[in-house]
């Protein structure tokens, strides 16, 4: 009898996740009930914003121990008992860490196959439309402004730091390691890259950006939040995306200095967002991401795992920094 | 021959400030110049702000020992080299902590006697415009929301909240003190009050707020932000004011625990404001508070301190919290 595999969410990390946080487990495969499809799992997302889940409450409830882990993926239709679902169709949504799932035909999204299947988790999926209102939105960056972005080397920061190109601006990152930064200014784009593990962020956003940032969309938190805050030009904007700084460690550091002082004094707006808000103008930004990318102005950069018994460590990487662009697992 | 007497900044203090940290001093009568006015002064407000301006580089430069003590007055033109301004007149400005100032006629503005004169420097005045458009413009309650105000029985804070109640909200304010406590729930028609010096806050908060708050205007920061940004409803909103908690200590305290990741996950807008940038629409800010004021809707309360002698004990009581409302010096 066919079975399937699922990564089981086992015990609560009280620093850095790690493989011994997730158990393999062999379910009995799903069958589709009235209204639901069968899916198989082929490409699955790896996301900072897991270590949140399994943290606390943030936009959904916390992860419990027991339950299949959470996270995004792509797959194809097997059988559905769905008008709207076909076999062989390709199709996205919230499967969870399992080679198979059932699921009813509402929560599912169905994608056409002109792009590649990496593309649809990635740039023009949740990663793409959460850089591209992060920055848009709620950045709002004007031409000639300069733009900051941590977590750069990331899935959301390098595609947020090229829309900021893409608008005209000067763009900075921060990310771990010189390689990367070496990636960020050769490959991606970028006009300066900053390697946080060498300290100094805020001597060296000083030296790069004589003229002030304009608008900082924080990946991380921390010590690059506090330093950006110091640099902010009047009337900048931050655009919150994530607060990866914090997520994998044990107890939450200290707020930022500078908040609300710098706030006021340099009338800064600091705006959280959560990609979902933006739903209703998904098609827009899809548009939008799919033509820069057949223009050749936005690169999307796919790093991919093979197997799926590699999910936890892919996952633990990802927080050691191990990754370009978007990280996603190939599942069998 | 006739003397000005001028409160110098003597000092910087490395904590709480007092009246060492001034000195007075018998300066010769200023004479105006071309294009200048001689105004006596009449009243002087007593501000917060002075003791950031004390402390750092702020929306303005550091004060300098040395220095007139900067600050807000109200007074009467005494003789006039412009054509704008008569003798008699009424004019507010920049004046300094002084009995007389010869000053260009740019810098003044004339105010028309149909309003008593503490209103010009309070309500109708920086004071009123900053409650006005810090709360209208970057907190933008709804009816129905539920507004918290720290610093609640301060000048801008009892204003700010009070506005909150003509825009239909439920209005929570903090203060120190039973007694302000009462005066902000009993006289000023806050719906609840809750004194930080007893401690607790954030579980007062949840008792008082079961439904969450959705604006909150920040005259502190400190333990009342942190406690507020657990509290913030989906969308919240975070006006930034001021930082007072900050102000009078030696060395500032880490940032607010909750930034960035509250802000994140549950959207929370954080803007810091100055009103100078709203000073194009002060007309229209004024007729509305002069008119809530004649309607009995908006309490002004005044706490006047009597002589010229006392601006520095007055501003060290100030950061005591020994007054209610707006607190301003009447000179000679």
Redesign the interface.
């Known amino acids: 009898m066919a079975t399937n595999r699922q990564w089981l969410y086992a015990q609560k990390p009280s620093g850095q996740v790690g493989p011994e946080h997730f158990e393999m487990h062999a379910a009995t495969m799903p069958e589709a009930g009235p209204g639901e499809v069968l899916v198989r799992t082929t490409l699955l997302s790896i996301d900072p914003a897991s270590r949140?889940w399994m943290a606390g409450?943030?936009?959904r409830s916390m992860l419990q121990p027991g339950e299949v882990m959470a996270g995004w993926g792509l797959g194809e239709v097997i059988s559905s008992n769905s008008p709207k679902f076909s076999p062989g169709d390709r199709v996205s949504g919230e499967f969870g860490w399992q080679e198979f799932i059932a699921v009813p035909a509402a929560r599912l999204t169905k994608h056409d196959k002109r792009h590649p299947p990496e593309h649809i988790l990635g740039v023009l999926g949740i990663t793409g439309l959460t850089a591209y209102f992060g920055m848009l939105d709620i950045g709002k960056p004007r031409p000639g402004e300069t733009v900051l972005v941590s977590g750069a080397a990331g899935a959301v920061g390098s595609i947020a730091g090229q829309i900021a190109k893409i608008a005209g601006c000067k763009v900075v990152g921060t990310t771990g390691g010189p390689e990367k930064c070496a990636w960020l200014t050769n490959e991606v784009g970028f006009d300066a890259a900053i390697d946080y593990k060498q300290g100094a962020v805020a001597r060296k956003l000083k030296e790069i950006c004589p003229e002030g940032i304009d608008v900082y969309f924080?990946n991380t938190?921390g010590e690059v939040?506090?330093a950006a805050l110091a640099r902010m030009n009047l009337w900048g904007r931050?655009a919150?995306?994530?607060?990866v700084s914090?997520y994998d460690g044990a107890a939450?550091a200290?707020?930022?200095?500078?908040?609300?002082?710098?706030?006021?004094?340099?009338?800064?707006?600091?705006?959280?967002?959560?990609v979902m808000?933006f739903y209703n103008r998904r098609e827009q930004a899809e548009t939008a991401l799919a033509q820069w990318v057949r223009e050749g102005k936005l690169k999307a950069t796919v790093d991919i795992v093979e197997g799926f018994e590699k999910m936890p460590t892919a996952l633990a990487g990802m927080f050691a920094g191990q990754n370009k662009g978007k990280l996603m697992v190939r599942v069998g």
């Open positions: 949140a409450r943030t936009y924080d938190g939040l506090e931050v919150c995306c994530g607060n914090q939450p200290a707020g930022p200095l500078g908040v609300p002082g710098f706030l006021v004094t340099k009338r800064i707006r600091m705006e959280g967002f959560v808000d």
